[in-house]
């Protein structure tokens, strides 16, 4: 961390600024510009807040040095994490897609949808049972009824499940039933949630908030990994920007990025990235060459009578043909899918 | 609601989409222009997400002409409303300025700055006990100690407080200690949480999140007077924009647009909002010429040794000036503080 | 358009408001929901400004039907265009790179670089000669005598040259020497440009504004169709969001949307888009499984002396080894390099 | 500016990074920390392109020091800058309100308008004649002779005239008739055009581009000021933001910052930077409150008639009523309007 001095900022107003950081524990090492003076902190930062030293009239800026995320940095672990949900890998070689409904809306719907990914290729079944909607009037999910018909159809078909915990309340039933618990992009900087999770032994799918830059998306996971956690999978799901024809805008350039600064696994979800059912197949495509480690798709038996989201839905058939190009893709790689 | 057609749509495909359409329990009139035909819907939308009929090849695109909310919209509730915490009203002709430190450090602590920012003519006392940190290694308040000590200090001096819930957790306690209860911008989409709190006869603060917009907004308020609590105080504290100079880019251009669009009564917070404490002074003012209700803002004993935002925190002394200040700008509008 | 009316809205303001409409030249259809009450405008309302209903009191809002752009819309032109430059084809089966220096440095180094280029793969050569630069202290380019040692280098390989334009001033000589002339992120919406540029017979690679909507990179090439010039080439080159890890956002979904809405061919910058160099393998990569028809790429024979922006440069032998993944991912496509 | 290098950087790549940099002529100061080794820069680092370092593996990232602005800066020019045009005075105590129709459409029009708003205390008269509009068959002005009906408007009521440039072709016209040139959001890094006005002696209202960090606004300003026309007053028109309720975002917080970081004169367009009439009177109130120098206004004798923007154009009445409010808060500021 360095601590900018204004211009002109007096020896005696120095001591005294010098003095105070030091009382935080950290060693101070003075570097003098031309017009700037500045103060270099150097031993355990992560515990100060850069803003503290503003109030210091003297002071004009500070500038963090180090990233404030420790064990989600590739820096303090260079190798990639690969996270293990019953049989499936992510983060290994192998790309790993999650398909399945928005929202499970029946035993019978949710099998079917699940069989048909297993047969296309999907290796995670993924299904909403509650669901975080911007009305309250709005459909919610089937809740627990739900997350059992996922379970169900994730034991017959053999594949692990994942699902989103939008609270505390059912922590429980999600450790003992869900092979992956999804925080979504909502939830990425619900800081009780991420605690709560950071106690457990499942992995996490932590989507990125729509505002949030890879700095707070890391943040979120280090929340999680701080807690003894460090089974997490990263999600790019779609940013905010001044673009309304699609939902939200995929940034596909954040995952050579979080690749870069973390070791953890990276996948992409082109279904809610877009909104839009026709981008699905070019942007899963792109993620894959882009270097994302898995993708997850969403994918219904009739969506014009999804009880959400059917605009964005694959209906099976379209899903079997996109995994035939995303074969292909991955091969370029040197990936299998 | 309106559904906009692809141009060239046959006949078939419109008697399709029409059923479909009539099925959710709406009325549809179709609407013949050169180019495009459009199907206006009719009747009770307010259950229909409009992408789903994006799904359909010949839909153009879903244009909602109602907003979606109801409870929150003056439409529907010319009338301003009026919150009341104890003694104190919030949306009426008196200007309320809430002060305190962000967050509770001491019971001597919070009693000396609750006492100051009384005498300064505060009329809510506010403080953090349970802090949202984007860091896992930050000072995370003193949680119910914290509300404790703020609760005796309300006591005391006679004033109401406020405080922020950040889950389901502690709901009962601060339905029983605390006068008001913030909904801080990281939760504003923390739909639990919402729908909890509507459920209780408490006031609800609730502050606009970094990146959403007037409706969002307006829609969490929603979710919190469609359980029946209608006691609902709306917060602008600064949106996320490119700029890096401030933490956030405080948006007074909201305070009109609310004061519009709602019945509920808006409040500003200047010290979140900008960052530095030196801009609370004029973002003050200004929130006061543009319409705001109210004011909430940061005032610590001694800034520099805050355990967070000293940045931010005006000293008493400055505080007492500032409210000299706010008193003429409020005279010029009509109100008294 | 529809012009949605407040509730309560009397028949006597219906009326005025209906009167003034049709003065435009429009006609107009009333349509009754429940409560609301839309006029529905039908003809030419494409010199129609949506916000000059508002003004009436009677009026909520003004909702746009048909996009504002017509030469540049797919509806209107299904076919794709194929832009020609020199012996190079841009938009057609083949995907075109176009590569070299970011400023042109000297006769020498620009020849170097493009016989690179060349070699590897590249069709189209590229360099700046004007530059703009946020700070006018900054190298601003060699102007006019850069674009002659880029007109030598392109003769000598045989490569088209493609270089940005800043202002009207120079237009003769881009017209004569230059292939394809490029119009800027920043000038996205210089009109006057735009227009001159209209009454040229040279292909236009138009960029995207750092925060322009698809609507108004589209109504920036119109501008240009406008007046007769219908070799555009719509270019991506990332997006301004809050993440500040790299330069710009490059926005990848961008591409399957503008195929979509438009026939013109689009090519995207993987080098201004991230700003790093590092990146610019994954992004063309998964640019072209976007569905990109080319891409244009830095080029540096020594990046650490370029005179502006070698960090996001590739060297000639990285470049050449990234021309062996892109043909790969091409093929994938069913396209040539 | 300071160059913080990677963990584990070896000696010799730190001795090859250390001879690169003092090339550009600037001093370096080797830092070491616990983790990191930083390389301060001193001495004149205007014209070095941060960029430029991080093409070095080794390099993690270059920090700027010093603000790349001077001649804007306040730190080098503490005193506010009062800029004349005319008789009118903008910058000092005064505030100063300009205001008049969006476009000149006629003599008589623009005459009346005139008269009406000198009438309410307006000191300067605005009206477009070359008008940005982002349709190429939206109305664009009436160009010269516009400007020529703006001109004896002003001259007739005594009112010192402000009209946009839109290039560089007309600048002779201008420097004669016009005596506050501006330059809209959209040109504000049109560097040609900048580099243009450096060399004239008019005041020039430069636009914050929507969206523009308040360095990049100043950089602006800093190319005017860098040819020799220190004549710049800084304008706040709205930003874009997520928001779409309004036409823009008015940010009056960068109102204080400006104040802060530079001693050019700050007025704020309350008319584009919200796109509703109605939110002008509350806007222009905190504008002053906040600290602007002055507001700028659109004022049309027939708002529903206008040719362009009508719907955030006041009546003459309704200009005349906000004036009296505005005078009351000038008041409180102890300022004169």
Redesign the interface.
Same mark, same amino acid.
């Given at each position: 961390m360095?601590i900018?001095l204004? #211009?002109g900022t007096t020896e005696d107003k120095i001591a005294q600024l010098d003095e105070?950081v030091r009382k935080t524990g950290v060693?101070v090492?003075r570097?003098?510009?031309?017009?700037?003076t500045?103060l270099?902190?150097? &031993?355990d930062t992560?515990?100060i807040?850069p &803003?503290?030293?503003?109030?210091?009239e003297c002071v004009e800026r500070t500038?963090k /040095?180090?990233e404030?995320y420790k064990k989600a940095n590739r820096?303090y672990h260079p190798q990639n994490t690969v996270v293990k949900a019953g049989n499936v890998e992510i983060g290994g070689n192998k790309i790993v897609v999650m398909a399945g409904p928005c929202s499970v809306e029946s035993e019978a719907q949710v099998l079917s949808v699940a069989r048909d990914c297993k047969r296309s290729g999907a290796a995670v079944l993924r299904g909403g049972a509650f669901k $975080?909607?911007?009305?309250?009037?709005?459909f919610q999910g089937l809740g627990l009824d739900g997350l059992e018909m996922l379970k169900v159809a994730g034991r017959k078909t053999g594949m692990p499940i994942v699902s989103e915990i939008?609270?505390?309340?059912y922590i429980e039933q999600f450790e003992r039933d869900v092979d992956i618990i999804q925080v979504g992009a909502?939830?990425m900087?619900?800081?009780?949630?991420?605690?709560e999770l950071s106690h457990i032994h499942k992995p996490i799918l932590l989507k990125r908030g729509?505002?949030?830059?890879?700095?707070?998306l890391l943040?979120a996971a280090?929340?999680i990994m701080?807690?003894g956690n460090d089974q997490v999978i990263l999600c790019e799901r779609g940013?905010?920007?001044?673009? +309304?024809? +699609?939902?939200n805008?995929?940034?596909?350039?954040?995952? $050579?990025?979080l690749k870069?600064?973390s070791h953890l696994p990276v996948v992409v979800d082109p279904s809610h990235?877009?909104?839009? %059912? %026709?981008?699905v197949e070019?942007?899963s495509?792109?993620?894959?060459?882009? &270097?994302a480690d898995g993708l997850i798709i969403e994918v219904h038996n009739d969506? #014009?009578h999804?009880k959400?989201?059917?605009?964005?839905?694959l209906t099976p058939m379209v899903f079997d043909k996109l995994m035939g190009?995303l074969r292909?893709?991955a091969q /370029?790689e040197g990936r299998d899918i």
């Amino acid at each position: 961390m360095m601590i900018i001095l204004r #211009p002109g900022t007096t020896e005696d107003k120095i001591a005294q600024l010098d003095e105070f950081v030091r009382k935080t524990g950290v060693e101070v090492q003075r570097i003098q510009g031309q017009d700037t003076t500045i103060l270099g902190l150097s &031993g355990d930062t992560s515990r100060i807040d850069p &803003g503290m030293f503003d109030i210091f009239e003297c002071v004009e800026r500070t500038v963090k /040095v180090a990233e404030p995320y420790k064990k989600a940095n590739r820096k303090y672990h260079p190798q990639n994490t690969v996270v293990k949900a019953g049989n499936v890998e992510i983060g290994g070689n192998k790309i790993v897609v999650m398909a399945g409904p928005c929202s499970v809306e029946s035993e019978a719907q949710v099998l079917s949808v699940a069989r048909d990914c297993k047969r296309s290729g999907a290796a995670v079944l993924r299904g909403g049972a509650f669901k $975080p909607r911007s009305s309250p009037y709005a459909f919610q999910g089937l809740g627990l009824d739900g997350l059992e018909m996922l379970k169900v159809a994730g034991r017959k078909t053999g594949m692990p499940i994942v699902s989103e915990i939008m609270s505390t309340e059912y922590i429980e039933q999600f450790e003992r039933d869900v092979d992956i618990i999804q925080v979504g992009a909502r939830n990425m900087q619900n800081f009780v949630l991420l605690r709560e999770l950071s106690h457990i032994h499942k992995p996490i799918l932590l989507k990125r908030g729509l505002a949030a830059t890879v700095e707070e998306l890391l943040m979120a996971a280090e929340y999680i990994m701080a807690g003894g956690n460090d089974q997490v999978i990263l999600c790019e799901r779609g940013i905010r920007t001044f673009e +309304t024809y +699609t939902r939200n805008t995929l940034d596909l350039s954040v995952v $050579p990025v979080l690749k870069r600064q973390s070791h953890l696994p990276v996948v992409v979800d082109p279904s809610h990235g877009t909104g839009l %059912w %026709w981008m699905v197949e070019p942007m899963s495509k792109a993620a894959i060459a882009a &270097g994302a480690d898995g993708l997850i798709i969403e994918v219904h038996n009739d969506p #014009p009578h999804a009880k959400c989201d059917g605009q964005q839905s694959l209906t099976p058939m379209v899903f079997d043909k996109l995994m035939g190009s995303l074969r292909m893709i991955a091969q /370029v790689e040197g990936r299998d899918i």
